[in-house]
């Protein structure tokens, strides 16, 4: 049937309509939020690439555990600046490092929350990178240990997922073992499988203090310009033993997303990281875009791609809009 029997409009009318044949929706529960630990006390720092999103002292993370639960958001993935950084990266397995401090005081004060965290070495080592150094490049095997050791004193300190987002090679294997090893084996690994050294990342390093001090990450993350890759990284992944898939950043890879989904079972992450949500919050602040239905658009699309979760700098936005 055609035009003038057949008429699309037909079912746009009004919003019952709409609402009846929409076939995506956001669920606040699928929505991450980031946080970023800082040392100290009372703090609470705005980053100023990142208008909305504040660096906080480990004390106020039982307040900010409250509002997301009041929200209806369930989930967190965190990210530390520690106090102290070397060459290989050792505040980020530390008994008492920030991030171990941090999942232990929101299990304590939080239990409800479902604590995932970043497993990589860039916000600990002095150079900025995400592995141990041999001469200026990052030795793959040599960064697996301690990766791996990194997941086991989070998993340790109560932490419900573990995420790696270095790009080293076999780091799933590895910090499935040591999980198990170490009697882990219920400890689940969302695996930033198909990460790419993007430029949207420039707000988080400010954020993170985790720049590269020399050269870029192009060894170990994703060319932009390739997708079959992105399917390789998936299914060594997968082999690896990853529970869940991440794609990263979202919103320019959304037929990555797409591509996943159709060839995997797993659940899917996305990572809509901070220079897209600078990108939005800039724009609108200067009145050029509707900042709040841009979002929605944005977020909407990552799950139509085909993602299942979506970690954003949005989640509390989002959530109070779908109240
Ligand atoms: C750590 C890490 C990064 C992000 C998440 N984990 C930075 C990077 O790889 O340079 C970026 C997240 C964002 O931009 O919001 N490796």
Redesign the pocket.
């Given at each position: 049937m055609v035009f003038p029997e057949y008429r699309p409009r037909r079912l746009r009318r009004n919003s019952s309509f709409r609402s009846l044949i929409r076939e995506t929706h956001l669920h606040t529960s699928q929505l991450v939020y980031?946080l970023f630990i800082m040392p100290g006390k009372k703090v609470r720092q705005e980053v100023p690439s990142m208008p909305g999103v504040f660096r906080l002292s480990i004390d106020q993370l039982a307040s900010e555990a409250k509002e997301l639960l009041a929200l209806g958001i369930n989930s967190v993935i965190l990210f530390g600046l520690p106090e102290h950084k070397d060459a290989m990266g050792s505040g980020a397995h530390a008994k008492n490092g920030i991030i171990q401090k941090a999942i232990r005081e929101l299990k304590n004060k939080s239990p409800g929350l479902l604590v995932i965290t970043?497993v990589?070495l860039?916000e600990y080592t002095d150079h900025g990178h995400?592995g141990c150094l041999i001469d200026e490049e990052v030795d793959n095997d040599a960064t697996l240990e301690i990766l791996a050791k990194t997941a086991v004193s989070h998993a340790q300190a109560g932490a419900d997922i573990v995420a790696p987002?270095?790009m080293m090679d076999g780091r799933v294997a590895e910090i499935r073992a040591s999980l198990d090893e170490n009697y882990f084996d219920m400890i689940p690994i969302m695996s930033y499988a198909v990460k790419y050294s993007s430029a949207?990342?420039g707000?988080?390093?400010d954020a993170a203090d985790?720049a590269p001090q020399f050269g870029d990450?192009r060894s170990y993350?994703m060319d932009p310009a390739n997708s079959r890759e992105a399917l390789r990284e998936a299914t060594l992944d997968v082999a690896e033993g990853a529970d869940f898939l991440m794609v990263k950043p979202a919103v320019a890879y959304l037929d990555i997303i797409s591509k996943l989904r159709d060839e995997f079972d797993l659940p899917i992450a996305a990572?809509h990281?901070?220079?897209e949500y600078a990108m939005i919050k800039a724009a609108a602040e200067k009145g050029w875009i509707d900042g709040e239905r841009v979002m929605q658009e944005t977020l909407l699309s990552i799950k139509r791609a085909g993602a299942d979760i979506i970690i954003t700098y949005f989640a509390k936005d989002m959530a109070r809009l779908l109240r």
């Amino acid at each position: 049937m055609v035009f003038p029997e057949y008429r699309p409009r037909r079912l746009r009318r009004n919003s019952s309509f709409r609402s009846l044949i929409r076939e995506t929706h956001l669920h606040t529960s699928q929505l991450v939020y980031p946080l970023f630990i800082m040392p100290g006390k009372k703090v609470r720092q705005e980053v100023p690439s990142m208008p909305g999103v504040f660096r906080l002292s480990i004390d106020q993370l039982a307040s900010e555990a409250k509002e997301l639960l009041a929200l209806g958001i369930n989930s967190v993935i965190l990210f530390g600046l520690p106090e102290h950084k070397d060459a290989m990266g050792s505040g980020a397995h530390a008994k008492n490092g920030i991030i171990q401090k941090a999942i232990r005081e929101l299990k304590n004060k939080s239990p409800g929350l479902l604590v995932i965290t970043d497993v990589c070495l860039c916000e600990y080592t002095d150079h900025g990178h995400c592995g141990c150094l041999i001469d200026e490049e990052v030795d793959n095997d040599a960064t697996l240990e301690i990766l791996a050791k990194t997941a086991v004193s989070h998993a340790q300190a109560g932490a419900d997922i573990v995420a790696p987002s270095d790009m080293m090679d076999g780091r799933v294997a590895e910090i499935r073992a040591s999980l198990d090893e170490n009697y882990f084996d219920m400890i689940p690994i969302m695996s930033y499988a198909v990460k790419y050294s993007s430029a949207f990342y420039g707000p988080f390093r400010d954020a993170a203090d985790c720049a590269p001090q020399f050269g870029d990450r192009r060894s170990y993350q994703m060319d932009p310009a390739n997708s079959r890759e992105a399917l390789r990284e998936a299914t060594l992944d997968v082999a690896e033993g990853a529970d869940f898939l991440m794609v990263k950043p979202a919103v320019a890879y959304l037929d990555i997303i797409s591509k996943l989904r159709d060839e995997f079972d797993l659940p899917i992450a996305a990572y809509h990281v901070s220079g897209e949500y600078a990108m939005i919050k800039a724009a609108a602040e200067k009145g050029w875009i509707d900042g709040e239905r841009v979002m929605q658009e944005t977020l909407l699309s990552i799950k139509r791609a085909g993602a299942d979760i979506i970690i954003t700098y949005f989640a509390k936005d989002m959530a109070r809009l779908l109240r």
